[in-house]
């Protein structure tokens, strides 16, 4: 059960797309099912305790989940609240199985399994006050780390993305250039920027582990303007990978043209979806040395030995290696 992301937080869904009616999705492998209870946004295992049919197909009634099979109901803790035809049952043996839920940031948050601890850790701008926030999901096929390490990948920019963000960098660019990252781990994750050629990149990206991306566009500094994007790779059926962008802005609020900013981060999307749905499944979780100076990530890190790596891959490696570490622990688990 949940595989990928056991005992951890991702946001699976933007709040607005979760309404009166159950909303069914696949979480890392898990079908779940997401109602509006009495008291907030409920998660279930899409699951029947009783005949294991797909409770997403019912209807919610009185803040609960009716199974559409024998009309169960289910409360917010998956507690089995009626048994139509049989009051002498033991509810309190047939509860459906409840996941922690939050909504927090326009988002709809989940944790992996019941035994999660903690919070999950939203980015501040998705609740900066005067900003707004937009979103915007698409299935990639592809497992979810190489969606991710795409996310975490700076030297892609001047091929993928050569009409849009990287066409700076791919003028400037010449055969000897150097890129030059710098990499500083952090509680969520880690913080990383990088020089081409000694200039410092304009923009700051974020790893939020275990799946999500922040990227400093326009850092709101007083008297300027506020632009994050962020993106998760959130883990859904096999090899499929649901991701979830938010662009959060302060600025052209009023402006009829606002949505060319969702137009254009969709337009790089796709860019990057065009070449990393031809990637085999996930990444490598063996570990071999690199070559070109990867330094202490790439060796305790890489790849397999058909994916050689540089030291520009220090991002992913990094990546890698808490991916293969998070395995480990799930498979001794
Ligand atoms: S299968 Fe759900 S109530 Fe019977
Ligand atoms: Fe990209």
Same mark, same amino acid.
């Given at each position: 059960?949940?595989?990928?992301?056991?005992?951890?937080?991702?946001?699976?869904?933007?709040?607005?797309?979760?309404?009166?009616?159950?909303?069914?999705?696949?979480?890392?492998?898990?079908?779940?099912?997401?109602?509006?209870?009495?008291?907030?946004?409920?998660?279930?295992?899409?699951?029947?305790?009783?005949?294991?049919?797909?409770?997403?197909?019912?209807?919610?009634?009185?803040?609960?989940?009716?199974?559409?099979?024998?009309?169960? $109901?289910?409360?917010?803790?998956?507690?089995?609240?009626?048994?139509?035809?049989?009051?002498?049952?033991?509810?309190?043996?047939?509860?459906?199985?409840?996941?922690?839920? $939050?909504?927090?940031?326009?988002?709809?948050?989940?944790?992996?399994?019941?035994?999660?601890?903690?919070?999950?850790?939203?980015?501040?701008?998705?609740?900066?006050?005067?900003?707004?926030?937009? =979103? =915007?999901?698409?299935?990639? @096929?592809?497992?979810?780390?190489?969606?991710?390490?795409?996310?975490?990948?700076?030297?892609?920019?001047?091929?993928?993305? @050569?009409?849009?963000?990287?066409?700076?960098?791919?003028?400037?660019?010449?055969?000897?250039?150097?890129?030059?990252?710098?990499?500083?781990?952090?509680?969520?994750?880690?913080?990383?920027?990088?020089?081409?050629?000694?200039?410092?990149?304009?923009?700051?990206?974020?790893?939020?582990?275990?799946?999500?991306?922040?990227?400093?566009?326009?850092?709101?500094?007083?008297?300027?303007?506020?632009?994050?994007?962020?993106?998760?790779?959130?883990?859904?059926?096999?090899?499929?990978?649901?991701?979830?962008?938010?662009?959060?802005?302060?600025?052209?609020?009023?402006?009829?043209?606002?949505?060319?900013?969702?137009?254009?981060?969709?337009?790089?999307?796709?860019?990057?979806?065009?070449?990393?749905?031809?990637?085999?499944?996930?990444?490598?979780?063996?570990?071999?040395?690199?070559?070109?100076?990867?330094?202490?990530?790439?060796?305790?890190?890489?790849?397999?030995?058909?994916?050689?790596?540089?030291?520009?891959?220090?991002?992913?490696? =990094?990546?890698?290696?808490?991916?293969?570490?998070?395995?480990?622990?799930?498979? $001794?688990?």
């Amino acid at each position: 059960m949940f595989e990928e992301l056991m005992g951890l937080w991702t946001p699976v869904v933007a709040s607005e797309h979760v309404r009166d009616e159950p909303h069914a999705l696949v979480v890392a492998g898990e079908r779940v099912v997401l109602f509006r209870g009495r008291a907030g946004v409920v998660a279930l295992v899409d699951r029947c305790p009783h005949r294991s049919v797909q409770l997403s197909l019912g209807k919610v009634v009185d803040g609960c989940l009716q199974c559409p099979f024998h009309g169960w $109901r289910f409360g917010a803790a998956g507690e089995c609240v009626h048994v139509p035809l049989n009051p002498d049952a033991r509810r309190e043996l047939l509860s459906a199985r409840a996941l922690p839920c $939050r909504e927090r940031g326009g988002l709809i948050w989940i944790a992996c399994g019941e035994a999660a601890t903690g919070e999950p850790h939203v980015p501040e701008a998705l609740e900066r006050a005067g900003a707004r926030v937009s =979103f =915007f999901v698409e299935e990639w @096929r592809c497992h979810w780390t190489r969606a991710m390490e795409n996310m975490l990948d700076s030297p892609h920019l001047p091929y993928v993305h @050569r009409a849009t963000i990287g066409r700076a960098m791919a003028r400037r660019m010449k055969p000897d250039s150097r890129m030059e990252q710098t990499l500083t781990e952090t509680d969520v994750g880690f913080e990383l920027s990088f020089r081409l050629d000694g200039a410092p990149s304009a923009s700051k990206l974020l790893w939020l582990r275990p799946n999500g991306m922040q990227l400093h566009i326009l850092d709101g500094a007083p008297g300027a303007r506020f632009l994050r994007i962020h993106v998760w790779c959130v883990p859904s059926r096999q090899d499929h990978t649901r991701m979830l962008l938010a662009t959060t802005q302060d600025f052209g609020l009023l402006n009829p043209l606002l949505g060319a900013t969702d137009f254009y981060n969709r337009k790089i999307l796709r860019e990057d979806r065009a070449v990393v749905e031809s990637s085999p499944s996930r990444v490598p979780l063996s570990a071999s040395p690199s070559a070109g100076g990867a330094g202490g990530a790439g060796g305790a890190g890489g790849g397999d030995p058909t994916e050689k790596s540089v030291a520009t891959d220090a991002p992913t490696l =990094f990546f890698r290696k808490w991916y293969r570490e998070a395995m480990g622990s799930v498979t $001794r688990g």
